[in-house]
């Protein structure tokens, strides 16, 4: 059993900043891909960012410069550090990762946790 929680959302001016960790815990053989989406309401979910176990990663156009995902491969956690944040930004973030198991590797994804941004 793999369990992915999140932590770190909340309210937030326009221009301020947040941090979202994400732990995967459970019978972990390996982490491969990690990475963080997001649903906005009445929007489909849309791929945030993502970060190989070689520290590659990929960010989306529209939070390009302003977010910045990393990893602690000790720990099996993904952060997402986000900085001067938009109310456009508002959303439900999940944390995903694709994590070898006995016996085969699948995709998880976390609860999720609200991030609004708002004055």
């Known amino acids: 059993q793999v369990q992915l929680v999140e932590s770190g959302g909340g309210l937030v001016q326009p221009g301020g900043s947040l941090r979202l960790s994400c732990a995967a815990s459970?019978?972990?053989?390996?982490?491969?891909?990690m990475g963080w989406y997001r649903q906005a309401p009445g929007k489909e979910r849309e791929l945030v960012a993502t970060i190989s176990s070689d520290s590659s990663t990929n960010v989306a156009d529209s939070v390009k410069g302003r977010f910045t995902i990393s990893r602690d491969n000790a720990k099996n956690t993904v952060y997402l550090q986000m900085n001067s944040l938009k109310p456009e930004d508002t959303a439900v973030y999940y944390c995903?990762?694709?994590?070898?198991?006995?016996?085969?590797?699948?995709?998880?994804w976390g609860r999720g946790t609200q991030v609004t941004v708002s004055s």
């Open positions: 995903n990762a694709l994590i070898r198991t006995i016996p085969s590797m699948n995709t998880y």
């Open positions: 459970g019978s972990i053989i390996s982490i491969n891909r």
